[in-house]
């Protein structure tokens, strides 16, 4: 069957056949920019971030859609998501930075983490980040001091562990009751702690956060974990008589990485998450909250692809033919960290017929270093171009400079025409801090 389109996302193709990205041909994108190379879909991510926030409009109207930026944490996904009406969660002193730069108002940030820095709470305070995501007892008493010592007030959200356990790796599950973040539920800890923070003057405890996991496609979970903060809510409110007035159900929501998954769409997802939240609402006759959702991979995800020119091609008679390509675990560490998936075609040929599976290798000095096991494609020449899709998410804001390789450039293409958003590092770069004796 003839294809018009490549890839899990169904990439369109340039009137002369190959990969098209943003309306820009990948082949050219690679003369003018190089490899590796990230290259985001502009009105992908746009397109996720207004479905996300139409969906969240329809199903329930009142609250907001925060991007998670550790997804990918560059200036430009912070304006972009920004520009489509979201907020932005960051989760560091560095991402808060990136997003400040990036002009995301201070007031529409959400600083999450489980172990703050006193140094990273005061630049989120002096710069007035809208609420902080408290985590523990010890980010409490740290709070209540910094505000004291500089005489301000702080919004918080307490983040709970609701003892939800989602089918996902486990390197990514975040919910259950062993847990390095939040206050659990079900041992009385998150009772305590907003017993703790309704008691403290400059601390105004606005509402309740958690987050169970990423990568999720089962909607399952994510309706456990809504209606047990929705107990509690209720919980709180008969015992303490505290209102949640705002609720921040984390982000979590998979997406595809093989033609053959099946993730449910954000429209899904959104609705499943509302109707749990409005019957649960209704069972407690409690005071609407307003939601908020927290999505990274779902918005940025599958506006990702990577291009990378394939050179050392080994073929080991009987066991597999190595393609090695450019890049590798430096730039995407996800393959080598969880066993994570993805799917490669050849730019110039994206429908070809596949004819033989290959081993696509990274150049770093690891066996382990394999973007992927098995890919199918067609004949694989030294100096072709592959193109790796759903790398949107957590690659290059996981990238490190291994074997000191140069983080690649990311290219943001749109409506015809690619921009460079972050350069490509150079030698100077992974020098310039080194101290030569
Ligand atoms: N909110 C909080 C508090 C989080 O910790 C996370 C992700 C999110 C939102 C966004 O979740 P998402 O919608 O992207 O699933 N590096 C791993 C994923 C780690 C996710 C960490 N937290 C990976 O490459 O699969």
Redesign the pocket.
């Known amino acids: 069957m003839m294809t018009h389109t490549a890839g899990p996302h169904a990439f369109p193709l340039s009137p002369r056949g190959s990969l098209s990205i943003g309306g820009v041909d990948a082949l050219e994108l690679v003369r003018q920019f190089g490899t590796p190379l990230h290259v985001l879909d502009e009105g992908r991510l746009r397109a996720n971030c207004r479905a996300y926030r139409e969906a969240l409009a329809r199903e329930y109207g009142n609250g907001g859609v925060l991007f998670?930026s550790?997804?990918c944490c560059i200036a430009a996904t912070c304006q972009i998501t920004y520009q489509e009406g979201l907020g932005v969660?960051v989760?560091s002193g560095g991402e808060l930075h990136t997003a400040l730069r990036a002009r995301v108002p201070a007031a529409d940030l959400v600083f999450?983490g489980n172990n703050k820095t006193a140094d990273e709470i005061e630049y989120g305070l002096r710069a007035g980040v809208g609420r902080f995501?408290v985590d523990n007892d010890y980010e409490l008493e740290l709070l209540d001091t910094l505000t004291a010592k500089m005489g301000t007030r702080v919004e918080i959200l307490l983040?709970l562990t609701p003892g939800v356990e989602p089918h996902t790796?486990k390197?990514?599950r975040?919910g259950g009751v062993d847990s390095k973040?939040g206050f659990g539920i079900a041992d009385g800890a998150a009772y305590q702690a907003v017993a703790r923070a309704i008691r403290l003057q400059r601390l105004h405890l606005r509402g309740l956060?958690a987050?169970i996991?990423?990568?999720?496609f089962d909607l399952e979970p994510f309706r456990l974990e809504a209606s047990a903060l929705l107990d509690f809510a209720a919980h709180i409110r008969d015992e303490l008589d505290v209102t949640t007035e705002e609720l921040n159900l984390?982000?979590?929501?998979?997406i595809r990485y093989l033609s053959t998954d099946e993730p449910p769409s954000i429209g899904t997802y959104v609705k499943g998450l509302a109707d749990v939240v409005k019957s649960k609402l209704a069972q407690h006759r409690l005071a609407p909250p307003k939601i908020f959702l927290?999505?990274?991979?779902?918005?940025v995800?599958d506006a990702g692809v990577t291009l990378y020119t394939a050179g050392a091609i080994k073929a080991i008679p009987g066991v597999r033919t190595y393609v090695s390509v450019d890049g590798g675990m430096f730039e995407n560490p996800?393959p080598a960290?969880?066993a994570?998936r993805f799917e490669a075609v050849l730019a110039d040929r994206p429908t070809a017929t596949p004819v033989q599976t290959y081993a696509v290798a990274g150049r770093c000095c690891e066996s382990g270093d394999v973007l992927i096991w098995e890919a199918h494609l067609p004949e694989v020449h030294s100096g072709d171009v592959l193109a790796v899709f759903s790398t949107g998410?957590?690659t290059y804001s996981?990238a490190s400079n291994y074997n000191r390789f140069p983080r690649p450039a990311v290219v943001l293409a749109g409506d015809g025409r690619a921009r460079v958003v972050v350069e490509r590092e150079t030698y100077d770069d992974l020098v310039r801090k080194d101290v030569v004796l």
């Open positions: 998670a550790k997804a969660d989760a999450h995501v983040r790796h390197a990514i975040t973040f956060h987050h996991g990423s990568q999720v984390g982000g979590g929501l998979g927290e999505p990274g991979r779902s918005i995800g996800r960290l969880y994570a998410a957590y996981m």
